[in-house]
């Protein structure tokens, strides 16, 4: 199969944001289009997941009109070669959502159709962003659902080294903001505040830090946090944000960073590709990126978080390795990477 002009129409719609790519072989991305749920569960400090399947319910079809639009695309029926949807892990509503949508798409237009893992698709953010990254490489997927390093043996070879214990990063820091009252999505928010802080006005505890093993754990920095808060208001003292928040940061990337090393000593692999939410973090980025010990690998910020391009890749190297889905297609919302992709 030439690679030249398959086009994948790829949906996402695995927790709150519905978007929708379309990619031309490997790399080249024709169109990329999110619809974002934020202002709507932001009064709720988090996704509700009924409002979240709701949501992409009226958004699926406006956004598929408007990536083929955007990719010059007039006759799909004729011109996309390959369907791909999220099938998994993530929010069952959501899931559903999607893959009723393709497998829809798949029937009318006879087109063919495959389930992607949200996590693989995270890999191949970097993939589609990075000609020159070939495995072996280390993948440490950081989001609000997900804290694992992967040791990418092959594309669709997998082995999970690493993983949280308990909170993901990602849902550390919504937690914090919450706590902090700064809104939802922490992420953003707290990386902001923190750029005008001091990292060292507070020395919260960077997680697991004696340990020599590949996991991560962040429900007692959440709790350090929270005392320091409920100190500061005992004795009447302003909280200063932006000073808590650096620290809080400081010591998550320390926990990242840190990991990453024991990783890269087991498995003598230096080459580390980062992405998830948590990878658009512009203090994560510099301490990545100035690391002697390894070349670090980030995709522009934008294809951190979930988008269809991701997608859309993981599912064009899939159906060139042979992988195949049909119209019983259904979603898994706790489809772990090592078990088939």
């Not at 690679?3 to 994948?8: A, I, Q, V, W």
């Not at 990619?23 to 289009?33: A, K, N, P």
């Not at 993939?127 to 993948?139: Q, S």
């Not at 993981?314 to 090592?338: F, K, M």
Request: charged share 20%; proline share 6%; net charge neutral.
């Amino acid at each position: 199969m030439s690679e030249r002009g398959f086009l994948t129409l790829a949906l996402e719609s695995s927790c709150d944001d519905t978007a929708v790519a379309i990619l031309e072989g490997q790399r080249t991305i024709r169109s990329s289009v999110i619809s974002s749920q934020i202002d709507s569960h932001s009064p709720f400090g988090g996704v509700v997941p009924e409002f979240a399947s709701r949501m992409h319910l009226e958004a699926v079809l406006p956004l598929l009109d408007r990536a083929l639009l955007e990719a010059g695309i007039s006759d799909p029926k004729r011109d996309i070669d390959l369907l791909a949807v999220t099938s998994g892990p993530g929010l069952m509503g959501s899931l559903l959502v999607g893959v009723m949508a393709m497998k829809g798409l798949a029937q009318g237009w006879g087109k063919p159709i495959l389930g992607v893992n949200h996590l693989e698709g995270h890999i191949f953010a970097n993939v589609v962003n990075h000609p020159d990254l070939d495995p072996p490489f280390l993948a440490m997927i950081v989001s609000g659902g997900h804290t694992e390093v992967v040791l990418v043996k092959e594309l669709g070879d997998y082995r999970v080294i690493g993983e949280t214990r308990d909170d993901a990063a990602g849902e550390a820091y919504d937690k914090v903001a919450k706590l902090l009252g700064l809104g939802y999505p922490g992420g953003p928010i707290i990386d902001k505040l923190a750029l005008t802080g001091n990292e060292r006005a507070f020395d919260f505890p960077v997680p697991l830090r004696s340990s020599e093993k590949v996991e991560f754990s962040f429900s007692g920095l959440k709790t350090s946090v929270l005392s320091q808060v409920e100190k500061l208001r005992k004795n009447g003292q302003p909280l200063p944000l932006e000073d808590l928040c650096a620290s809080f940061q400081r010591a998550v990337a320390q926990s990242l960073v840190s990991k990453l090393h024991i990783a890269v000593s087991l498995t003598g692999v230096r080459k580390v590709a980062v992405s998830g939410g948590v990878g658009a973090n512009s203090y994560l980025r510099k301490k990545l990126l100035t690391q002697t010990a390894w070349k670090a690998y980030l995709p522009d910020p934008f294809y951190c978080t979930d988008n269809g391009v991701m997608i859309a890749g993981a599912a064009y190297h899939g159906w060139n390795r042979g992988r195949r889905s049909d119209l019983e297609l259904s979603p898994s919302p706790s489809w772990r990477i090592t078990d088939g992709v």
